[in-house]
């Protein structure tokens, strides 16, 4: 991979991420608008565990929350915080189980510009809708077993290219009332476990190789992808304080329009 190629993956990734746009299909996007060869699921996972090292530190009040109730729990004390880590634990379940029974079907025939430029629109109009309609009157601290496996339910779609594993998640929270920002907040909360087991299966992989040509490209758009997803992430986050979706939905709107047109008339 050129330096070039490294960068334009590395900052798409960090930036796409965990915004409610796609990041998975815009890495598919890369190759095909940048005429470089597609990178490979194995460096779409590299530049996700650098935006993974960005939510894990923009987050720590929330990881060492959680941390410190399951230590009290282990004592025999009730404490929010490891109900907490239960409610994404819960969440995280349907995606694995969805993961290894889809994984042979959810093939490179979805990761077409037709595919994603349906799920940018679907799912954008879905978000808008969300957002639209849904209450904000639930935090975080309400989330309950059937909220946790209903919001991992919906995760579940992003695996097909263009849904937005943030997004679709986002969308759900909305529709059972949670404020936006906590939508987002437990959004990101439930990409930890996501993405540190796509790293580690694929990390695994990537050290079996041992192609140190593309370690070193990988670990180089990892770094990239952690410092332009941290940015993103205290972007978006201090937006929703004080505004809605719809730039995103509008976003998803020309974008996924676009990807109609130059796949059926291009």
Same mark, same amino acid.
């Given at each position: #991979?050129?330096?070039?190629?490294? &960068?334009?993956?590395?900052?798409?990734?960090?930036?796409?991420?965990?915004?409610?746009?796609?990041?998975?299909?815009?890495?598919?996007?890369?190759?095909?608008?940048?005429?470089?060869?597609?990178?490979?699921?194995?460096?779409?996972?590299?530049?996700?565990?650098?935006?993974?090292?960005?939510?894990?530190?923009? !987050? @720590?009040?929330?990881? @060492?929350?959680?941390?410190?109730?399951?230590?009290?729990?282990?004592?025999?004390?009730?404490?929010?915080?490891?109900?907490?880590?239960?409610?994404?634990?819960?969440?995280?379940?349907?995606?694995?189980?969805?993961?290894?029974?889809?994984?042979?079907?959810?093939?490179?025939?979805?990761?077409?510009?037709?595919?994603?430029? @349906?799920?940018? &629109?679907? +799912?954008? +109009?879905?978000?808008?809708?969300?957002?639209?309609?849904?209450?904000?009157?639930?935090?975080?601290?309400?989330?309950?077993?059937?909220?946790?496996?209903?919001?991992?339910?919906?995760?579940? %779609?992003?695996?097909?290219?263009?849904?937005?594993?943030?997004?679709?998640?986002?969308?759900?929270?909305? +529709?059972?009332?949670?404020?936006?920002?906590?939508?987002?907040? !437990?959004?990101?909360?439930?990409?930890?476990?996501?993405?540190?087991?796509?790293?580690?299966?694929?990390? %695994?992989?990537?050290?079996?190789?041992?192609? #140190?040509?593309?370690?070193?490209?990988?670990?180089?758009? *990892?770094?990239? *992808? +952690?410092?332009?997803?941290?940015?993103?992430?205290?972007?978006?986050?201090? @937006?929703?304080?004080?505004?809605?979706?719809?730039?995103?939905?509008?976003?998803?709107?020309?974008?996924?329009?676009?990807?109609l047109y130059y796949a059926y008339y291009l």
């Open positions: #991979m050129t330096e070039l190629h490294i &960068l334009v993956l590395a900052l798409v990734q960090g930036i796409t991420e965990f915004l409610p746009i796609s990041s998975s299909g815009h890495l598919v996007l890369v190759p095909i608008f940048g005429g470089w060869e597609d990178q490979g699921l194995l460096m779409d996972v590299a530049v996700h565990v650098g935006t993974l090292g960005a939510v894990l530190i923009y !987050f @720590w009040r929330d990881i @060492w929350y959680m941390i410190r109730g399951l230590l009290r729990f282990t004592k025999g004390k009730k404490d929010p915080g490891a109900r907490l880590s239960a409610m994404v634990v819960i969440g995280t379940i349907p995606v694995i189980a969805a993961g290894y029974f889809l994984n042979k079907y959810i093939g490179p025939e979805f990761r077409t510009v037709e595919v994603i430029g @349906w799920t940018t &629109l679907g +799912f954008g +109009f879905l978000l808008y809708m969300a957002d639209k309609m849904g209450l904000t009157i639930r935090r975080v601290e309400h989330t309950g077993i059937v909220d946790a496996i209903l919001i991992g339910l919906a995760q579940c %779609l992003a695996l097909i290219p263009g849904t937005s594993r943030s997004g679709i998640t986002m969308t759900a929270a909305r +529709f059972l009332g949670y404020e936006r920002l906590d939508a987002a907040r !437990f959004s990101m909360l439930l990409s930890i476990p996501a993405i540190l087991g796509a790293g580690t299966l694929k990390g %695994l992989e990537l050290y079996e190789s041992g192609n #140190m040509q593309l370690t070193n490209d990988a670990m180089t758009a *990892a770094g990239l *992808a +952690f410092v332009s997803a941290f940015i993103a992430i205290a972007v978006m986050m201090a @937006w929703l304080k004080r505004a809605s979706f719809t730039p995103f939905f509008i976003y998803r709107l020309g974008l996924g329009g676009f990807l």
